[in-house]
């Protein structure tokens, strides 16, 4: 009998539903680097509003591609929320004007028009209806696209492999506001529909990804076989900016680093044995005068038949970050010099 363990894995299919955003354009990196290693293929990304506007989110998830040469893979762009935003909602202030650490003019410009692009839902129905059960959805924005999607063709995100979701705070402090998160905090009705949509949703909240303090050695180890290439000087360029803004706003007790919050999806789907998970129904918070946006689970001791999802609890930071650093590592020696 040949050993089955032996067999070529396919690629995982990927959507990356995501709005750039500096903790995003390094989940963005390690995924380009699992496609160039044959692990993962990135099928679709769809930009989300979120950190900056939709608009932005789309041209910075372009720039990405074209700076690592993944410029034919389609990104869809951002379904605006409908009620009018404050600029404050955003995350302007922790990310930069730009979402990325205003280095967005250091990067190839971005060479497609955004009005004339599919729109974000649109993509994902597309790719969902015409590769059922196969495709993988990493969400690590607010949840917009996703829910604007159900919404339009009700049942569709069933037809997902699997939703991995970045987001939610459960019996810890939220980061927006005292009880949440902010990509469940931006559109707490969205995030609804999701939690709503299937009973297997993947959850990886503040209470793992606060462990995550990426810092500037660990940027320059991942650079140091190539640091002269565009990428490498990005790279060490946005980990310089978003520890700046990190220290700023107090995110990591004063540690010197920046919070990888959108890679621990990656760690779940690729490193699984990073990280323990406990089953749970996530409910959301969409009235509250002061707990908008949180996430909760029930811990009494009581029967809960209704779970809707797998939440990270813990993770191994540092099992987590040597995976990290040696997959941005590969794709940087492989970047053009
Ligand atoms: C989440 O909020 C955003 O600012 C980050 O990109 C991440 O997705 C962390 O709460
Ligand atoms: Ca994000």
């Known amino acids: 009998m040949p050993d089955s363990s032996l067999a070529v894995a396919q690629p995982v299919k990927i959507i990356l539903d995501t709005d750039p955003g500096g903790d ?10 699992l496609v160039k290693q044959q ?8 930009a989300a509003e979120g950190n900056v506007t939709a608009r932005q989110t789309f041209t910075n998830s372009k720039q990405i591609l074209e700076l690592t040469g993944f410029a034919d893979i389609p990104v869809g762009r951002g379904v605006s929320l409908q009620q009018d935003l404050k600029g404050d909602s955003r995350a302007e202030h922790i990310h930069g004007a730009d979402g990325m650490g205003n280095l967005s003019q250091t990067l190839p410009p971005a060479t497609c ?33 996703l829910a604007a999607a159900e919404i339009k063709q009700p049942g569709i995100l069933q037809k997902a492999k699997e939703i991995i979701v970045m987001g939610g705070a459960f019996y ?41 303090v990426f810092t500037q050695d ?41 919070l990888v919050h959108d890679a621990a999806t990656l760690g779940y789907l690729f490193y699984p044995d990073t990280l323990m998970m406990q089953r749970a129904r996530v409910q959301i918070e969409t009235q509250g005068e002061w707990t908008k946006g949180q996430t909760l689970i029930d811990a009494r ?7 809707n999802a797998w939440v990270a609890l813990q993770v ?8 990290f650093i040696e997959d941005l590592k590969y794709l940087i020696a492989e970047s053009d010099s």
């Open 316 to 323: 191994n930071a540092p099992s987590f970050f040597t995976n």
């Open 218 to 258: 660990m940027a320059e180890t991942v650079i140091q076989s190539n640091p002269h290439s565009p990428l490498a000087q990005f790279v060490v360029q946005l980990c310089q900016f978003m520890i700046g803004t990190t220290l700023e706003y107090r995110e990591t007790s004063g540690e010197p680093g920046f």
């Open 113 to 145: 028009d955004y009005s004339s692009a599919i729109q974000a839902d649109e993509l994902l129905i597309e790719q969902l209806n015409s590769n059922p059960g196969t495709i993988t959805i990493v969400a690590i924005g607010p949840l917009t696209n």
């Open 39 to 46: 692990h993962a293929s990135l099928v679709a990304v769809t």
């Open 301 to 307: 001791q009581c029967a809960k038949p209704q779970s």
């Open 172 to 212: 810890s402090a939220g980061n927006v506001t005292p009880t949440a998160e902010f990509n469940i905090w931006f559109n707490p009705e969205a995030a609804n529909v999701v939690f709503d949509s299937r009973d297997d949703i993947v959850v990886l909240p503040l209470n793992v990804t606060r462990k995550l």
């Open 24 to 33: 995003d354009i390094f989940a963005f990196l390690w995924v380009l680097s």
